[in-house]
Antibody
Framework: QVQLVQSGAEVKKPGASVKVSCKAS????????ISWVRQAPGQGLEWMGW????????NYAQKLQGRVTMTTDTSTSTAYMELRSLRSDDTAVYYC??????????WGQGTLVTVSS | DIVMTQTPLSLSVTPGQPASISCKSS???????????LYWYLQKPGQPPQLLIY???NRFSGVPDRFSGSGSGTDFTLKISRVEAEDVGVYYC????????FGQGTKLEIK
């Protein structure tokens, strides 16, 4: 069965960077893209961007351009999302999700990133 | 950017009664390929979102048939024919005809 398992919770100081991983199993990794979505405490869902696991093409939300980088390692079927210059309003649960025909059908369990001095 | 607007933002329903959530998009979600890229998700407390409905009206694998979606263009509706206790959570619509965006969410609680 399709599974996306994310790395554990992180606590970072303002200005630091964080890199969250998302390990896929149960399907051919390079056949689908991965999107990243975040959710601030008590708030709604915010789409961050997408990466093709086939060729590494990316598309990022405009508000995060320049601070976010999404990558994949096809040898380990793992996707990564790095966010730099962290601010307090980046505190959120970060989710990865498999993209198939534009829908986010399978989701990771989420990774809480806390930004605090 | 496409703005998704859901109403109501909260809903309290007696078990066994129906429920309905509206989602309106700022632009048409009908693509030139003939598909309409509108989805519905349910986020149960403490869990990631789960896909309920794709392309307006198609139930995802394992989704009970009490959930149904309808609509076209810019106006869409999710209906639950008979609400059960396990349906509590926040419902989101999402579009992906352009870069994806979500509605604000509708919180469903049981009376």
């Amino acid at each position: 069965q399709v599974q996306l398992v994310q790395s554990g919770a992180e606590v970072k100081k303002p200005g630091a960077s964080v890199k969250v991983s998302c390990k896929a199993s149960g399907y051919t990794f390079t056949s689908y893209g991965i999107s990243w979505v975040r959710q601030a405490p008590g708030q709604g869902l915010e789409w961050m961007g997408w990466i093709s696991a086939y060729n590494g093409n990316t598309n990022y939300a405009q508000k995060l351009q320049g601070r976010v980088t999404m990558t994949t390692d096809t040898s380990t079927s793992t996707a990564y999302m790095e966010l730099r210059s962290l601010r307090s309003d980046d505190t959120a649960v970060y989710y990865c999700a498999r993209v198939e025909r534009r829908r986010l059908a399978y989701w990771g369990q989420g990774t809480l990133v806390t930004v605090s001095s | 950017d496409i703005v998704m607007t859901q109403t109501p933002l909260s809903l309290s329903v007696t078990p066994g009664q129906p429920a309905s959530i509206s989602c309106k998009s700022s632009q048409s979600l009908l693509h030139s390929d003939g598909k309409t890229y509108l989805y519905w998700y349910l986020q149960k407390p403490g869990q990631p979102p789960q896909l309920l409905i794709y392309e307006v009206s198609n139930r995802f694998s394992g989704v009970p048939d009490r959930f149904s979606g309808s609509g076209s263009g810019t106006d869409f509706t999710l209906k639950i024919s008979r609400v059960e206790a396990e349906d509590v959570g926040v419902y989101y619509c999402m579009q992906s005809i352009q870069l994806p965006s979500f509605g604000q969410g509708t919180k469903l609680e049981i009376k």
